[in-house]
């Protein structure tokens, strides 16, 4: 029997100048959707499930204190990563400053394979990582974030020249999405680009405590995916 796997290990080769360049880190635009379920309870008060989807964008405004739904043309939602795979964050990107105004989530953990297809290249050019993230109080009384969790997994095309993550024009490391259950996410307003480029996707579940209208909700996310874009910065 053939078994299908999503884990592939490859050596990575160190060069003199690795630790400068390691220490970098590099940030792409992050389309994102997911499923949420909220505490309801019916007209007899009693539990109920309440099932709502959500965007990129409404963790955009919740992090800036601002509505759900308020429209966004310079900021969205960005995932940062280190050269050397120690850690990756979630953040709001202002595309007209190009700056980071906040981090949504930070890696408390991070694991990763990564994969080699050319012997005579200084680092490996692809990799698959696994990493909770702890998501930060942000935003407002009114609207924000107010904690939670999130363990996402993914892959990224890493430069074999110097190991930093890398967007590329053609996506040529799809062949395992549907078994490691990277998806791609639901398209948004903000994606816009006229050569859309991909340096990978990812899934996440976990849990999101949302403050809307001063109430604040603890949502469970079963279903979460994210693709990773063009880069931003640097």
């Known amino acids: 029997m053939k078994i299908k796997t999503c884990l592939v290990i490859g050596a990575m080769i160190l060069t003199a100048s690795a630790p400068a360049i390691l220490a970098q880190t590099r940030t792409f635009r992050t389309p994102t959707s997911m499923v949420g379920v ?36 310079n900021e969205v939602l960005a995932i940062e990563f ?28 991070i694991d990763v394979v990564q994969q080699q297809d050319n012997d005579s290249a200084a680092f490996p050019n ?3 990582f696994v990493t909770r993230m702890d998501v930060a109080a942000l935003g407002a009384s009114s609207n924000g974030l107010a904690g939670g969790f999130l363990t996402v997994a993914g892959r990224i095309f890493l430069n074999p020249t110097n190991g930093c993550p890398r967007a590329l024009l053609v996506d040529t490391d ?31 579940i976990g849990v999101i405590d949302m403050v809307t209208g001063g109430v604040t909700n603890t949502v469970l996310v079963p279903d979460g995916h994210l693709s990773i874009n063009r880069l931003l910065a640097p």
């Open 38 to 73: 909220m505490q309801d309870t019916d007209l007899a008060g009693k539990p109920t499930y309440d099932f709502e989807g959500f965007i990129g964008r409404e963790l955009v405004n919740l992090a800036l204190g601002t509505a759900l739904g308020t429209p966004r043309s």
């Open 126 to 128: 692809r990799e698959r």
């Open 82 to 109: 280190t050269c050397d795979s120690s850690s990756a964050d979630l953040v709001v990107f202002d595309r007209a400053g190009s700056s980071n105004l906040a981090t949504i989530a930070t890696s408390s953990s």
């Open 174 to 204: 799809h062949r395992q999405d549907k078994v490691c259950g990277d998806l791609p996410a639901v398209k948004d307003a903000e994606e816009k680009d006229r050569f859309r480029q991909i340096a990978g996707r990812g899934h996440f």
